[in-house]
């Protein structure tokens, strides 16, 4: 571990305390973009704001190399009421800091101080502060408001804590590691009458009930037994009262796949079996699929950079560099879509849970995670690595 580092911990945890105190949801983070904006400019760090809204980007350059990576970091809160004891517990009812991106944001605030104060690299470093991770999706605007190309970035990295994973172990893979996620809305568009008389109509919760059923055979009967795939039917609404079979019944739900080709199959086999199923009662309907974040798919040089970084900062025996996949999704997807990079986790103990009441990040991790970003960069951007290779790693 660098010993600099531990030095500027106790700033780093009363920033994360504070951050906490004050948490924003989504393209709301104008007091968290203000505090980073102002941590980087003091480092001496070039700092654009206004990216996504509530976007921070610091650039810190070194040498003469073009080499460019970059480091990311989310900045948002979520709307979950915290219960706590915590002193610095959340003060803005209703939002709370229930996935650790406090945690984040500081760690990667501590990573640009070493790195600004005495990082030993040649090339530029950005520190991507990104908004709304939690749904809005404020990494794809950054990416279609044109970062990778105005910085030229090469490469990227994302860390997220991990609830489960010890404290102090890394771990990633190659390949998907973060599921994509996709939403469908289904209307049946029955034929309302008197519950005693249904031959007299079309019953659409009937009709609804049979595709909760059918279209788990999109899952089990036409995808491949050895790829992840969950499709969960989460609302069913239809009827207002005992004795009325209502016009119409919704259904919604999301879908979970770690490939972009089986989001496209799982989409057009729910629609024939929406369409035949509604065909055989007679009924009519409306099909919505909306897609959402796309898989996390990190690329093979870059997590095999990681992983090696990972083991100088930890040791090879607290480092998985092949974990398995999570079904949860991650909107870095959008940054990997565009170049290559690596998403990893960083263990923050067994304790609690993210998205719970009672979710607190782990401080004692932040010591690794800025020993893991500056190894990262030092690494990546020294005299060791061939600069041909660098950034050129391919999708898989
Ligand atoms: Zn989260
Ligand atoms: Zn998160």
């Not at 305390?17 to 948490?23: E, G, I, N, S, W």
């Not at 991990?162 to 939403?183: F, H, K, Q, W, Y």
């Not at 019944?249 to 496209?264: H, M, P, V, Y």
Request: with cysteine; proline share 4%.
């Amino acid at each position: 571990m660098k010993n600099t580092i531990s030095t500027y911990i106790p700033e780093l945890i009363a920033i994360r305390h504070d951050l906490h105190k004050h948490p924003e949801l989504g393209f709301e983070e104008k007091r968290t973009s203000g505090i980073v904006a102002g941590y980087l400019d003091r480092l001496g760090i070039e700092v654009h704001t206004g990216w996504a809204r509530t976007g921070v980007v610091g650039v810190l350059r070194r040498g003469s190399s073009n080499s460019t990576i970059a480091l990311r970091a989310d900045m948002d809160a979520l709307p979950v009421q915290e219960r706590s004891n915590l002193e610095y517990r959340s003060t803005n009812e209703g939002v709370m800091h229930a996935c650790g991106h406090d945690g984040h944001t500081a760690i990667l605030l501590g990573a640009a101080r070493y790195l600004a104060e005495q990082g030993d690299f040649d090339g530029t470093v950005l520190f991507i502060f990104q908004p709304a991770e939690e749904g809005g999706g404020g990494g794809r605007i950054m990416v279609e408001e044109g970062i990778v190309e105005k910085f030229g970035i090469q490469a990227v990295y994302g860390m997220h804590n991990r609830s489960g994973l010890e404290t102090g172990v890394i771990s990633t893979r190659t390949g998907p590691i973060m599921a994509a996620t996709d939403n469908f809305e289904i209307t049946v568009h029955g034929k309302g009458t008197h519950a005693a008389l249904p031959h007299t109509g079309v019953d659409p919760i009937i009709i609804a009930s049979e595709l909760v059923s059918s279209l788990q055979t999109a899952v089990t009967r036409e995808t491949k037994a050895l790829d992840s795939v969950v499709l969960s039917v989460t609302q069913f609404i239809a009827g207002t009262t005992f004795n009325v079979i209502p016009d119409n019944a919704l259904l919604r739900g999301c879908t979970r796949f770690q490939s972009n080709e089986i989001g496209e199959s799982l989409r057009e086999a729910m629609e024939r079996i929406t369409a035949g199923v509604c065909a055989a009662h007679q009924a009519r309907y409306s099909f919505q699929y909306m897609p959402g974040y796309p898989p996390t798919i990190n690329t093979a040089a870059e997590s095999k950079a990681a992983a090696q970084a990972a083991k100088t900062v930890v040791g090879p025996e607290n480092v998985d560099d092949n974990c398995p996949p999570l079904m949860a999704s991650e909107d870095f997807s959008y940054f990997l879509e565009k170049i290559p990079g690596c998403y990893i986790f960083l263990g923050n103990g067994i304790h609690t849970q993210s998205h719970r009441s009672d979710f607190d990040f782990n401080d004692d991790i932040m010591p690794v995670g800025i020993a893991f970003w500056t190894t990262l960069v030092e690494q990546e951007l020294g005299e060791k690595r061939d600069a041909e290779t660098r950034g050129k790693g391919e999708k898989n």
